[in-house]
Every structure is written in structure tokens, then in C-alpha cells.
């Protein structure tokens, strides 16, 4: 498997899709999970990380002893085969990766599973990921920024500038698509009360009790224009966790199969560097996204319910064109009235509300919810949803993964 | 974080040349010795061909005018004293695949325009409750 480029890259372009073999079929997810999701409220990452694995192995009817297998990823403490141990008492043996945990992750975490789950290395695959970055903001500590001022050439480079932090890269991404693509303010906002309207449905979502229109969102007075608060993710503390194993063992479990279509990831040539990214008004989606309807064997067209990371509007938007929802440039079109609406869209999107408005889990969730509508259990139900997708993202790499209801 | 953050770091050997040309007046690039892109950033690959050897070499400062954003809320206490300010990308002349993230300075925020020309000017960076003063390069209408 080629999991890095070889320069100079074919022209034109500039990155590419890891060479995944077929898993279409070879795992399921069979239980779901998440914490309480709240602003700051002095839980310790590990505490809501529990919570939402508790939850999870609960949804699936497994104990602890069951779970043979553990995924995670970059996070502050994350829950690795030691904190299992400690946690539950156990001591069994686990088959552990870190190629898990959210962002792109949530996303691809489901290919690792399912060649080990193939190769029999474990039955029961627990992926979690959870934050408590609004407990740790007052500290000015941790967070989205911090990683990113770290990096040599973003410290030396952007940060003197005050190109730091991503509000202010992604609002100058937003500007540019404007003029690439004519894109709009209502357009970007559509995008907002779409998921707002979705949170304000969904039990648990940070903004389950406030509404926004477009009026409203209209009115917000500009973050970094041309972002409004409304345009920029929560901050929040929360986890989410989901257990994968073959189909066969979920048909033994009492809710419906929910099996991994297929799975592709993408990255940028350029990686965290976005100044840098040629295709500066988008995301490498335009590689993750078709290696992974290919998978399953679909179009875009044949998605039902499709989740998105959603640090910001215009993520969503871009990734609904690399995604090939609508042409690239036509995302703003795509995305107003009522495109992205669970009962009435054409492409139900974010139907807990994402990051915008559900939680700041950075994608962990979003698998939550697809599986949940893909049960025909979700809160904001799109009718007869059959096939989800969703696309996770860091900017450095993308991943899309396909899920059926079977 | 090293102790003069955020002013750049002239420690870090590997963007040394560049602060180097910066005092002298002089925007010097890591330029490929094989198919003399320049290669930004420095990086252990030239990203067009793949060589991994370059050579700092000063080249024109114009550029034009990538996307900006005007920071009126300072989202890290050394700005406070800056803003509001215009924090940008631009797209150097010599090879526009490289940008210089920057400051637009001397012009109004509401006059700037998407691909308007632009000329360096080296200015001298400093921060409140910073020790030091780095020379760096900002951007102003041509």
C-alpha cells in the first residue's frame, strides 16, 4: 500500500488517494456511543471518553472482556489498551492500532478494522475519540491552535504574520472561493441553519435550545470576516466511541447491520501547509471521496444522508463539491434553500447538527449519527435512508467512508 | 515555543538564509538546483521534481495579491497592539505556487483588490511584551 507520493506528483495534481484494497462488505459497525457534550465542564478527557465507550458497548450488548481490539488516534489521553485495562479491570489480550481516533481517522478507521478483523487478529473493534478542550480553554492551552503554532514553518512563517489561527486561515480560503466562484455570505449561512435546525432536533446537541435563522445569522456581527461565530465550529467537551465487527457477528446483534460500503483517504502534497495548497479552495476530498464510492460501488448521486467535518461552512461546501455532490464552484448554489434539509433535502447533511452545532467530537460523532439513520433510529430521520456517507478532514488529508444499511 | 514567540525564530537554522536576506534588504528564496522552483517551504523535497537540494537565491519581490483577511480581534495576546490589521497570502511573481504569508500595509483594507500588484517592503516586527525586533517582509501597493 502506498501510503506517501512519490514527487514529482502526475500534473495537475496535487495530492492523492491511498491504495486501499476492497473491504466493501468485511466489517460492520454494531454498537454506538457518545458522552454528554457541553461547554466547559471540567471533565477530564478520559471521563467523557468512558462515558461515550460505556454508552457504545451498551448500544451493542458486549462487555468490556468482549472488546478485542482498540483504535485510536491524536488526542490528549487518549484510550489505548492500558487506560482500557485500568478502566474496566481487564487484562485480555488486544489487537491495538493507532490509525483511529477522529478527524480523518473517524473516517478510515473502519479499513484497518476490517483487514484485522479479516486476518483475525480481533472480533470487536472499539474506536474512540474525545476532547475536553473547552475546559482547558481558559487556560489558552491546547486546542486547534496550539498543534499548529508548534509546527516550525507555520511558527515562523505565519504565525509572526498573523496568518494564526484556522479561523483565520479558513475565512481567507472562504474569501478567496467568493471571488474564484462567486460564492455568498446567505450561502455560507444556509450551511449554518441547516445544522442548527438539525441540533435543535437532535437530544444532546450542544445548541439543542437556540435557533438561528438566516436573519439571525445575517445579523451576527463578523469573528473574522467574512466569518460570523455562526460560520465557526463549537468548542466543547465530549467523546463519541463505535465498535466494529463482521457482518456475520452483527446479525447476531439486535439492531440493524450496518456494514462499511467503502473507505478512501486522501492527502494534500502539500500537508498542513494549506498557504502552500495549490488547490487552495479545496480539500483533499477530490481524492478520498471518489476512491471510496468506487468502493462501494456507488455514485454520489446514490448517497441518502451525508455527514461532514465541519470546522467551518466553508469545509462543508468545499467537500461537497471534492465530493462530487455538484460541480466544483456550484457548492453555493448546491447548498441554499433547502439542499442540506433532513426532510426535505436533497442531500440531508449533518443531521445532528456537526460541528457547527452539535459538538466539537471532530467527526467521531457524525459516524455516531450515520449509523443511527442508517438504523432508521437518528432524531432528525431522513425517510428510507439506505446508503450514508461521511467525510472526515484535518487539511492534511481527508477520508470518506460508506456506509449501508443491509 | 521558543522564548521570542511569535516573532520568527533566527536560531532555526533551516529559515536562517531567509531572515539573513531579510535584514540585508533582500527576499531570498530556497531555489531547486534541479529545476530551480522555488521550494516553499524548505522542505526535504522540491515538490515539482522531487530533487532535495536547493540554494538560497535572492529573486524579485513583486508578488500579487492572493486572499486576505482584515484580524480585528487578536486571537493571540502579542497582536492586541496590531489590530486591526491585514493579514494575507501572496503570490510571488517568480514562481506564484509560492506564497508568502504577510502583512498588507500603507492602503485601506476596503481598497484591496484579488491579483492586485504588490511590492515588498521590509519592515521591522515587533510585539508587546516581546523582547526583540525582527526584520520581515510586508507588502504594499505597487
Redesign the interface.
Given at each position: 500500500m502506498r501510503s506517501t507520493a512519490?514527487?514529482?506528483?502526475p500534473r495537475d495534481e496535487w495530492g492523492w488517494a491511498e491504495d486501499y484494497e476492497d473491504i466493501s462488505g468485511q466489517a460492520a459497525i454494531v454498537g454506538v456511543g457518545e458522552s454528554a457534550h457541553s461547554k466547559a465542564s471540567g471533565r477530564t478527557t478520559h471521563q467523557v471518553v468512558f462515558e461515550a465507550i460505556e454508552a457504545a458497548l451498551d448500544d451493542a450488548g458486549l462487555a468490556p472482556t468482549d472488546i478485542d481490539g482498540l483504535m485510536y488516534g491524536g488526542q490528549v489521553d487518549p484510550v489505548d489498551v492500558a487506560a482500557f485495562h485500568a478502566h474496566f479491570g481487564t487484562s485480555h489480550d488486544m489487537w491495538e492500532s493507532t490509525e483511529g481516533g477522529g478527524m480523518t481517522w473517524a473516517a478510515t478507521a473502519p479499513y484497518q478494522a476490517a483487514q484485522a478483523l479479516r486476518d483475525g487478529k480481533a472480533t470487536n473493534i472499539l474506536n474512540s475519540f474525545g476532547v475536553t478542550w473547552a475546559t482547558q480553554r481558559a487556560q489558552m492551552v491546547g486546542g486547534p491552535?496550539q498543534s499548529h503554532?508548534?509546527e516550525?514553518?507555520k511558527?515562523?512563517?505565519?504565525?509572526?504574520?498573523?496568518?494564526?489561527?484556522q479561523?483565520?486561515y479558513f475565512?481567507?480560503?472562504a474569501?478567496?472561493h467568493m471571488?474564484e466562484f462567486g460564492t455568498t455570505e446567505d450561502q455560507l449561512g444556509a450551511i449554518a441553519v441547516a445544522c442548527r435546525r438539525h441540533a435543535n432536533l437532535t437530544p444532546g446537541a450542544v445548541m439543542h435550545d437556540k435557533p438561528l435563522t438566516l436573519d439571525d445569522y445575517r445579523a451576527s456581527p463578523?469573528?473574522?470576516?467574512p466569518f460570523r461565530k455562526e460560520d465557526c465550529c463549537l468548542i466543547s467537551d465530549g467523546a463519541g466511541a463505535y465498535i466494529m465487527s463482521t457482518p456475520e457477528r452483527a446479525r447476531d446483534r439486535p439492531q440493524p447491520v450496518v456494514e462499511v460500503a467503502g473507505v478512501g483517504m486522501g492527502t494534500s502534497?502539500?500537508g498542513v501547509?494549506f498557504?502552500?495548497q495549490?488547490a487552495?479552495t479545496s480539500t483533499p476530498q477530490v481524492y478520498a471521496a471518489p476512491a471510496a464510492f468506487a468502493m462501494a460501488g456507488i455514485d454520489p448521486g446514490d448517497v441518502d444522508v451525508y455527514g461532514c467535518y465541519d470546522p467551518f461552512t466553508i469545509v462543508t461546501l468545499m467537500q461537497l463539491e471534492d465530493s462530487g455532490f455538484c460541480e466544483k464552484g456550484a457548492g453555493g448554489e448546491f447548498v441554499s434553500g433547502d439542499t442540506l434539509h433532513f426532510d426535505r433535502g436533497k442531500l440531508p447533511t449533518n443531521t445532528h447538527g456537526g460541528l457547527l452545532s452539535h459538538s466539537y467530537v471532530l467527526g467521531i460523532a457524525h459516524v455516531v449519527e450515520m449509523v443511527r439513520q442508517l438504523r432508521h433510529d437518528a432524531a432528525a430521520q431522513v425517510p428510507g435512508a439506505e446508503i450514508g456517507a461521511f467525510g472526515g478532514f484535518t487539511g492534511m488529508n481527508a477520508g470518506t467512508l460508506v456506509l449501508r444499511r443491509s | 515555543m521558543h522564548d521570542h514567540f511569535p516573532l520568527p525564530d533566527l536560531e532555526l537554522e533551516l529559515l536562517r538564509p531567509y531572515w539573513e536576506g531579510a535584514a540585508a534588504g533582500e527576499l531570498r528564496m530556497p531555489t531547486c538546483d534541479a529545476c530551480s522552483r522555488l521550494v516553499w517551504y524548505p522542505e526535504e523535497q522540491c515538490r515539482h521534481c522531487g530533487a532535495s537540494s536547493w540554494t538560497w537565491t535572492a529573486v524579485d519581490g513583486s508578488a500579487t495579491l492572493f486572499s486576505w483577511v482584515v484580524v480585528t480581534h487578536p486571537f493571540l495576546p502579542a497582536f492586541a497592539d496590531d489590530t486591526p490589521f491585514v493579514t494575507a497570502l501572496v503570490a510571488l511573481d517568480a514562481d506564484p505556487a509560492a506564497r508568502l504569508a504577510t502583512r498588507i500595509v500603507d492602503i485601506e483594507p476596503e481598497d484591496l483588490r484579488f491579483e492586485m500588484a504588490l511590492q515588498l517592503s521590509f519592515r521591522p516586527l515587533r510585539f508587546g511584551g516581546v523582547d526583540g525586533e525582527v526584520t520581515v517582509p510586508f507588502f504594499i501597493p505597487t
Open positions: 512519490s514527487l514529482p506528483l491552535g503554532a508548534a516550525q514553518f511558527q515562523n512563517l505565519e504565525v509572526p504574520f498573523g496568518w494564526f489561527p479561523p483565520v475565512a481567507t480560503v474569501r478567496r471571488h463578523y469573528i473574522v470576516e502534497v502539500t501547509h498557504a502552500q495549490p487552495f | -
